[in-house]
């Protein structure tokens, strides 16, 4: 199995040097003047944008402007912003702040989400199926722009304001691991309606199969078919969404870490693609790739937990 | 067995995770449940774009806190007149050579005494091209600007580097004694004094200045000033959520009436909004667009509805334009056919207000209606005044914007008061971004209409024609020139008093409303509002909080 890691690891390297080279070029791409966009709707000095434009190489050709960018990395420096801040500087607090947060919306997603597939699955056609149902089109429907905002109304405001009682802040960390719960759980909303869909339908599937019914002729207690055959066997699709879903938690947290004020890197990818931070775009995408290249390795390597018949070797 | 791994292992992941999730954010502050006493002042700002530093802070969020930390020579009283603040006199006789005295007693927040070696260090700093400081064109009025700033010799996009500059100082300055310096300047400015209240102008203390003649890293991130409120700790930008500052006890004006002030960063104004409304923010100088209805509502006496010193413009080429841009009298029947005040209610709410002079109503010189019929909405007579001077030959009007700034609605809505009163095709073209269409005009090719806004630089009417109508002026998109006013703008310039400035620049202003080559159409406004935990919240002409007299209540 580490021999099956290693060969994997090392696929990462072309795909990480292709995707900055694509990312830096889109970049580049992109109309106006960066510089000239600090300004605002204020016009900056046009002696002043020549200076920042030579001190940025902005002047030099894609590939030029590329190899400036991919030697200062290999020398472990990721550049600086327009705005002079070193990008490793804040790099690091940025990327923890929105792990944080999508580690929250996994974990709700995983828990809401398997349970109400599971409960869905076992209620198979009654009420409680139906209900739940309804509710995961519900969750499906409505955007994150407009849960984000009423939970934060509701739960940060009102509640406040009504009974006193402050739990849940309304944006910002300074509250610890409390900032995380209420914006947690808007980014998880959408997964969570995919994810009890797609555990009921594969529970479903499980447990109309040749072995379940088997276990139960067997006079094997229900608990223990549910855990050992059911579940197990049901699980497979489930973690491959989960993993994929990581990745996209991390990058796609944009709405949700402006609505509550999180400095994360959704926000930030935002900003920089906007102010045209080539430097801070490829950093920021760079770890985005990463992320799913880890993420899809570990749900490969969960499969063999869960399915003794795969092996890497 | 199997299972049962498979269940450790998952357990033990979510364990993980919510270790992780707990330490997050656990190097912030936690929320005080103490008495409102211990809890600082806590205004609502984005993220500053440079260090704290005053000649490289241009926009509203760094001088927000730029000004709590520092003072100038100057500042502004209720009239919006410039009034000494560390400066004992600044005089001149023929408005060229200026003497500054300064007074004694003011203090860097490390105690060391502030000399007038200390604006003369900072200002050269400031002026200096290669340290890339944003409030340097300010200096272009001092001798000696050019030059420590060379031309580059092709143009900001080509491959030549600008030529190291032959001076590192400002031949213009100099320092007579500690508390005495000198200015000359490249032509005789009455309004001088005016520009010193800005950041822009600030000294900066001995302590921020390397061995190598730079500002430190570490200044940058925890500036000494000599304001009433100083750095309560470094502030890591990009990384801190808050900047937080304690009142400067040795204060020579007086101690400020609350102990601690903590700027909160936001990126989203709605978010800041909910934060206020449930007490965890106290003051924001800018509201939401679309929460000012309910805002006057909610906060009743709290809410603060005040000009600020932007104004809106549509802006016509009068040189190579088309045939409605260059015809002044076409340009006043577009102007009189814009509701306005139905756009600045509608559109945008109340966040703006209909224009009625060139001179936004936040600087002294300012005369309500002096536009008079241009900026009067008369659809009748608008049409009119069209049609008597050829514009039944013209098929289309351009009218271009950026579409980066929110400007497509108002811009439909203008474009809609054209067709329907004028009975002539508008065309609005977007521009990707505002650094796109400043492109295009400065070549001169947007033959139409164009969107344009000014925020000014220092509170003096010079500033709302200078830069924009005089002949060369550094925004004059419109390529406008007129001998008349040039020469009105230099009799104000060499003025001998403030007042008689004003007499000057307002026949200027005269001119260039009766030639419209911009068109005012509105004036921004400043909408804000403030918690019951405050009191006796002013807001200058530059938008910043006059945190000194903030009070708790």
């Known amino acids: ?313 | 067995m199997r299972v049962t791994r498979g269940v450790k292992l998952a357990a033990g992941t979510a364990l993980l995770a919510l270790a992780v999730a707990a330490c997050g954010g656990g190097g912030g502050d936690s929320k005080e449940s103490g008495s409102a006493g211990a809890q600082p002042v806590r205004v609502q700002i984005a993220e500053p774009q440079n260090d704290l530093i005053p000649g490289n802070t241009a926009e509203t969020s760094g001088s927000e806190v730029v000004s709590a930390l520092f003072i100038g020579l100057m500042s502004y009283d209720d009239n919006k007149k410039p009034v000494n603040r560390i400066a004992e006199s600044i005089e001149s006789t023929d408005q060229v050579n200026w003497t500054i005295k300064i007074k004694d007693g003011y203090t860097w927040h490390d105690g060391t005494p502030v000399t007038a070696q200390n604006f003369v260090d900072a200002w050269n700093f400031t002026a200096y091209g290669p340290n890339l400081q944003q409030n340097n064109y300010f200096y272009s009025v001092v001798k000696g600007y050019d030059e420590m700033n060379p031309a580059d010799p092709d143009g900001e996009e080509g491959p030549k580097e600008a030529p190291e500059p032959s001076a590192k100082t400002l031949s213009g300055l100099n320092v007579v004694d500690d508390k005495t310096f000198t200015v000359e300047l490249t032509h005789p400015f009455s309004g001088f004094p005016t520009m010193l209240g800005y950041v822009a102008f600030y000294p900066l203390p001995k302590a921020a200045f390397g061995a190598d003649g730079k500002l430190t890293a570490d200044y940058g991130a925890n500036p000494i000033g000599n304001g009433p409120f100083k750095m309560s700790k470094p502030y890591k930008r990009g990384t801190d959520q808050t900047i937080d500052l304690a009142r400067n006890d040795s204060f020579k004006e007086g101690q400020a009436k609350v102990d601690a002030v903590q700027f909160k960063i936001y990126t989203d104004l709605n978010t800041a909004y909910n934060d206020l409304r449930a007490g965890n923010l106290d003051i924001m100088d800018q509201l939401p667009a679309e929460a000012i209805g309910g805002a006057k509502a909610e906060f009743g006496d709290r809410y603060i509805e005040q000009p600020s010193s932007g104004v809106g413009w549509i802006g016509f080429n009068v040189k190579t334009g088309a045939s409605y841009s260059k015809n002044p009298e076409l340009r006043k029947a577009i102007s009189m056919s814009i509701d306005r005040k139905t756009i600045t209610e509608t559109v945008f709410s109340g966040t703006r207000v209909p224009a009625d002079d060139q001179i936004s109503p936040v600087v002294a010189g300012y005369r309500k209606g002096a536009c008079g019929e241009a900026c009067t909405y008369d659809p009748a007579k608008a049409k009119e005044l069209w049609d008597a001077n050829g514009g039944k030959d013209v098929k289309t009007i351009n009218l271009n914007y950026n579409a980066d700034g929110g400007h497509k609605e108002w811009i439909e809505a203008l474009a809609n008061n054209l067709r329907t009163n004028l009975q002539v095709e508008v065309q609005a073209k977007p521009y990707e971004k505002f650094a796109d269409i400043l492109n295009d005009l400065e070549k001169g090719k947007v033959p139409g209409g164009f969107r344009m806004a000014w925020i000014m630089d220092y509170p003096s009417p010079e500033n709302y024609l200078r830069p924009i109508f005089a002949t060369g002026g550094s925004s004059n998109y419109v390529k406008y020139s007129n001998k008349e006013f040039d020469e009105l703008l230099k009799k104000g310039d060499s003025a001998a008093t403030f007042d008689e400035g004003l007499k000057y620049y307002q026949q200027a202003d005269d001119i260039a409303l009766r030639d419209l080559a911009y068109v005012p159409i509105y004036f921004y406004t400043t909408n804000g509002a403030y918690s019951t935990h405050v009191k006796n919240i002013k807001i200058d002409p530059f938008e910043h909080i006059d945190l000194f007299n903030v009070e708790r209540a």
Request: zero cysteines.
């Open chain 1, 1 to 313: 199995m580490g021999r099956y890691v290693i060969r994997r690891l090392l696929q990462a390297i072309p795909v990480l040097l292709g995707t900055t080279f694509l990312i830096f070029a889109t970049v580049y791409a992109l109309p106006g003047d960066p510089i000239a966009a600090l300004g605002g709707d204020r016009l900056l000095d046009p002696l002043l944008v020549a200076r920042m434009r030579e001190t940025f190489h902005l002047n030099d050709p894609l590939l030029v402007q590329y190899w400036y960018y991919i030697s200062g990395v290999v020398t472990g420096d990721l550049g600086t912003t327009f705005r002079g801040v070193p990008v490793a500087s804040f790099f690091q607090h940025k990327i923890q702040v929105t792990f944080n947060l999508a580690i929250t919306a996994l974990v709700f997603e995983a828990i809401l989400g398997v349970l109400l597939g599971l409960y869905a699955a076992l209620r198979r056609g009654r009420w409680q199926d139906q209900a739940i149902l309804a509710f995961t089109l519900l969750l499906v429907s409505v955007p994150t722009l407009v849960s984000g905002f009423i939970l934060q109304l509701v739960l940060g405001v009102k509640l406040k304001l009504n009974t006193g009682i402050d739990f849940f802040p309304v944006a910002g960390i300074q509250d610890g691991w409390r900032s995380y719960l209420v914006p947690g759980l808007v980014l998880a909303g959408l997964s969570v309606a995919y994810l009890a869909r797609l555990t009921r339908t594969s529970l479903m599937e499980t447990l109309r199969a040749d072995y379940v019914r088997t276990a139960v002729a067997k006079g094997m207690p229900r608990r223990r078919v549910l855990g050992r055959h059911v579940l197990r066997n049901s699980l497979i699709p489930v973690i491959t969404y989960l993993g994929a879903d990581l990745g996209n938690l991390m990058g796609g947290a944009v709405i949700t870490e402006t609505i509550f004020n999180l400095p994360g890197v959704g926000q930030q990818l935002f900003q920089s693609v906007y102010l045209r931070e080539n430097a801070v775009v490829v950093g920021i995408v760079t770890v985005l790739v990463l992320v799913y290249i880890v993420a899809n390795l570990i749900v490969d390597l969960l499969y063999a937990v869960l399915d003794p018949r795969i092996r890497y070797d």
